[in-house]
């Protein structure tokens, strides 16, 4: 396939809205990345804006795991703006510090609770298609292709990162770096192809955003 089959042809049957707002969200969302480089507040009401955007364009494309997390990152957005601002000196930049053991314990956890209540949505999702009626509807995963199920993965991958990022641990960018290569492929099978380059920006974005709170990470003593 050549770059307009996989970019520029989906595009073809959308309409100028929907194409418009996928490209405010994309642009939204590469703003929060610059701006949680520069552990700077602002990544939360640039965040706020798209991933409230992206909740409706994956609602639209059938990616209910990605759609979930969105929400999820609209809310998270709030409280971590109430925790950054909490902890920010001048009210726009913050400290952060490398996770410790009882944080990794509770990150996974987390992962672990996403990947069943995700799985747990697909398994209903022709009764969500059907508008919430069981006619004619039968339960199941069997529906799932790749990019459901990658999809899965990456609601849980990116759940983490965001709790961890709302703490101000440095680890958030290996969960945003694992997940944004993930989304890559999966965004160009689903047509959205103006996000599958965002996350390609994301991915170079997060590797230096890492290297970035690493070399400005508070020294922690182990905990035990």
Not at 48 to 73: C, E, H, P, Q, R
Not at 116 to 137: E, G, H, Q, R
Request: charged content about 15%; hydrophobic content about 50%; aromatic content about 20%.
């Amino acid at each position: 396939m050549n770059f307009y089959e996989l970019f520029l042809k989906p595009y073809a049957s959308y309409e100028t809205y929907e194409i418009i707002l996928e490209f405010t969200a994309a642009l939204f969302g590469l703003l929060s990345v610059y701006f949680s480089i520069r552990k700077n507040i602002w990544v939360y009401p640039t965040g706020i804006v798209s991933t409230a955007l992206y909740v409706y364009i994956l609602f639209k494309f059938g990616l209910l795991g990605d759609m979930m997390i969105n929400f999820y990152y609209t809310v998270m957005s709030i409280y971590g703006w109430v925790l950054w601002a909490k902890s920010s000196e001048d009210h726009i930049h913050v400290e952060v510090s490398p996770a410790k053991k009882k944080e990794w314990i509770f990150a996974a956890i987390l992962f672990v609770l996403s990947l069943i209540l995700v799985t747990a949505v697909y398994y209903y999702k022709p009764f969500i298609d059907n508008k919430f009626s069981m006619l004619n509807v039968t339960l199941g995963l069997n529906h799932l292709d790749w990019a459901n199920w990658l999809d899965v993965l990456t609601t849980a991958i990116f759940l983490v990162g965001m709790w961890f990022m709302a703490k101000r641990k440095t680890e958030n960018w290996i969960f945003w770096i694992i997940g944004d290569l993930i989304c890559i492929p999966m965004m160009i099978y689903k047509g959205l192809g103006i996000t599958s380059v965002q996350y390609l920006v994301f991915t170079v974005m997060a590797v230096i955003g890492y290297m970035e709170w690493s070399k400005h990470s508070k020294a922690t003593s182990p905990s035990h």
